[in-house]
């Protein structure tokens, strides 16, 4: 559960730099190709980061230099966890306000997602509509995923999609 501390902690969370957009690859001949690194974020992975979650690391790791890009909704389902999580107990109410504040200070790209495609996956899978946007994403945007939901993840390896963290 978290503390006062952890809320204090949220205050002093750093602007998360993105500098370095690309990656170089060699290429077989011997040169270099920059490739740009784009990975669909979830809303599981994002509040993991600023919670300082026992994930936040790897996660920053795996994301550091890479564009992200995530559903729309990602705004929407942010405060509806960390309202959840409040709920059941896990974090305290002056944790929500710094946490919601920190999550916007993470460069995300907000792109559209294929509704209808989205919730044919979620029938196909058993799994909520907002998973499936991210799911959608990154299959339509061939994009890596970064998500701590078990489910999802499941999912997304039945699809092939690569998995991050």
Known sequence: MATAKKAANLATIP????RRSASKLPAPNGTCTI?????VADASALLAVVLDEPERGPIIDATEGATLIAPSALPF?????????RKRGQI???????AWQATQRIPVQLVPVDVEAALVLALAHGIYAY?????????????????????????A????????V
């Open 131 to 155: 998973d499936a946007y991210y799911l959608q994403c990154s299959l339509s945007h061939r994009r890596p995923l970064v998500t701590l939901d078990r489910k999802m993840r499941e999912v």
């Open 92 to 98: 305290e109410e002056e944790v929500i306000l710094p």
């Open 77 to 85: 389902e942010i405060g509806n966890a960390l309202i959840a999580m």
């Open 35 to 39: 490739v740009r690194v784009v990975v």
């Open 15 to 18: 602007r998360f730099s993105r």
């Open 157 to 164: 390896k039945k699809l092939g999609l690569l998995l991050l």
